[in-house]
T-cell receptor, first 118, second 114 residues
Framework: DADVTQTPRNRITKTGKRIMLECSQT?????MYWYRQDPGLGLQLIYY???????NKGEISDGYSVSRQAQAKFSLSLESAIPNQTALYFC?????????????????FGPGTRLTVL | QKEVEQDPGPLSVPEGAIVSLNCTYSNSAFQYFMWYRQYSRKGPELLMY????GNKEDGRFTAQVDKSSKYISLFIRDSQPSDSATYLC??????????????FGQGTILTVHP
């Protein structure tokens, strides 16, 4: 089984709808991240969470919200979807337990959710 | 100007060629440098990581960091069609506002044709 799973894998929705993307991990990592990927722009950080009670905005958090329900679960919500939120969304995890080594910042990605907002 | 710049390509090479992928950056606090590979319709996966300046080799792949020039490279020797993917450089700092976060380049699309 995959260590980082995302649901749904594909979603088509209409402008104004509320959408939730879910991420679960079995890696036992404490840090989780949400990114969006657009052609030519690479990965842009939306939100990140260093533990269940610590949630922070990334570069492009406007229009998004998150919930860290447990160490293993991190959800991303689009309260009122708009067409320019059409993108590929990735969840990632990392382990702060390797503090002081390059592995601290190594992130492990899920398979992605392709979201289309019409 | 983006903190990390990467030529998006696309890059097309014949099988067996040596491939050079590059990124430049502006934040001198970056200490850890990584290369991720992303196959079509998949999430990025870590390919190599290096700390500070120098070279690191892993099979056909060599990662090179030149902190004085703020420039990193990934070399692929004897490239194979299975190397066809998007390659993303990523960087992080030990502290400050970048702590625990990665900054990614735009990704370079590589195609190796038989």
């Amino acid at each position: 089984d995959a260590d980082v799973t995302q649901t749904p894998r594909n979603r088509i929705t209409k402008t104004g709808k509320r959408i939730m993307l879910e991420c679960s991990q079995t890696k036992g990592h404490d840090r989780m991240y949400w990114y969006r990927q657009d052609p030519g722009l690479g990965l842009q950080l939306i939100y990140y969470s260093f533990d269940v009670k610590d949630i922070n905005k990334g570069e492009i958090s406007d229009g998004y919200s998150v919930s860290r329900q447990a160490q293993a679960k991190f959800s991303l919500s689009l309260e009122s979807a708009i067409p320019n939120q059409t993108a590929l969304y990735f969840c990632a995890t990392s382990d702060s337990g390797t503090s002081g080594s390059p592995l601290t910042d190594t992130q492990y990605f899920g398979p992605g959710t392709r979201l289309t907002v019409l | 100007q983006k903190e990390v710049e990467q030529d998006p390509g696309p890059l097309s090479v014949p099988e067996g060629a040596i491939v050079s992928l590059n990124c430049t950056y502006s934040n001198s606090a970056f200490q850890y440098f990584m290369w991720y590979r992303q196959y079509s319709r998949k999430g990025p996966e870590l390919l190599m990581y290096t700390y500070s300046s120098g070279n690191k080799e892993d099979g056909r792949f060599t990662a090179q960091v030149d902190k004085s020039s703020k420039y990193i490279s990934l070399f692929i020797r004897d490239s194979q069609p299975s190397d066809s993917a998007t390659y993303l450089c990523a960087m992080s700092a030990l502290g400050g506002t970048s702590y625990g976060k990665l900054t990614f380049g735009q990704g370079t699309i590589l195609t190796v044709h038989p």
